[in-house]
T-cell receptor, first 113, second 115 residues
Framework: EPEVTQTPSHQVTQMGQEVILRCVPISNHLYFYWYRQILGQKVEFLVS????????KSEIFDDQFSVERPDGSNFTLKIRSTKLEDSAMYFC???????????FGPGTRLTVL | AQTVTQSQPEMSVQEAETVTLSCTYDTSESNYYLFWYKQPPSRQMILVIRQEAYKQQNATENRFSVNFQKAAKSFSLKISDSQLGDTAMYFCAITYHTNAGKSTFGDGTTLTVKP
């Protein structure tokens, strides 16, 4: 069964460093998403992406964040200068249509020291 | 702004018993979709059940069923014959037909199934 994959599973970085989180969505899906979940808190929407552009982004998704689909298969989230409060689990998701079930990846745990 | 409320942070149930998790939401939209996701301790979130708002019939998936009350904006999940593998965090989520597919999640309910 097709699934969303994410790498790395755990990323440790120093404050101020750039990180790139990678996702491979399910191949026939058209909509892609990033969510984050700070430990013990709810899942929060960051950004949605369709047709090679951002469809919607939350207030969390400021200028430090960017997304890209560089090669038609990978979907990346870049944080330019990480802050301590960026420590969280980051989930990638994809869906066939925008209001269909979203399939989630296993997540990347980002720890900013 | 849409909101989703799960009023039960933690629940427990004996194996083989039935448990109901509550979810309420706030919206002025008429077309939307409701989901229950399960997040086991391994952390990958998977879909449990989906309900389209325009359908009056409650969705059912094996031991999982929903009680969808559109007027009351309520979307509860019933788990019958609970199994140890049902132990997980359960999230209720809403997605609107008109937006970019963004899902808004509730705070989650941690369900523990006891042997």
């Amino acid at each position: 069964e097709p699934e969303v994959t994410q790498t790395p599973s755990h990323q440790v970085t120093q404050m101020g460093q750039e990180v790139i989180l990678r996702c491979v969505p399910i191949s026939n899906h058209l909509y892609f998403y990033w969510y984050r979940q700070i430990l013990g808190q709810k899942v929060e929407f960051l950004v949605s992406f369709y047709n090679n552009e951002i469809s919607e982004k939350s207030e969390i998704f400021d200028d430090q964040f960017s997304v890209e689909r560089p090669d038609g298969s990978n979907f990346t989230l870049k944080i330019r200068s990480t802050k301590l409060e960026d420590s969280a689990m980051y989930f990638c998701a994809s869906s066939v249509l925008k209001y269909n079930e979203q399939f989630f990846g296993p997540g990347t745990r980002l720890t900013v020291l | 702004a849409q909101t989703v409320t799960q009023s039960q942070p933690e629940m427990s149930v004996q194996e083989a018993e039935t448990v109901t998790l509550s979810c309420t939401y706030d919206t002025s939209e008429s077309n939307y979709y409701l989901f229950w996701y399960k997040q086991p301790p391994s952390r990958q979130m998977i879909l449990v059940i989906r309900q389209e708002a325009y359908k009056q019939q409650n969705a059912t998936e094996n031991r999982f069923s929903v009680n969808f009350q559109k007027a009351a904006k309520s979307f509860s999940l019933k788990i019958s014959d609970s199994q140890l593998g049902d132990t997980a965090m359960y999230f209720c989520a809403i997605t609107y037909h008109t937006n970019a597919g963004k899902s808004t999640f509730g705070d989650g309910t941690t369900l523990t199934v006891k042997p």
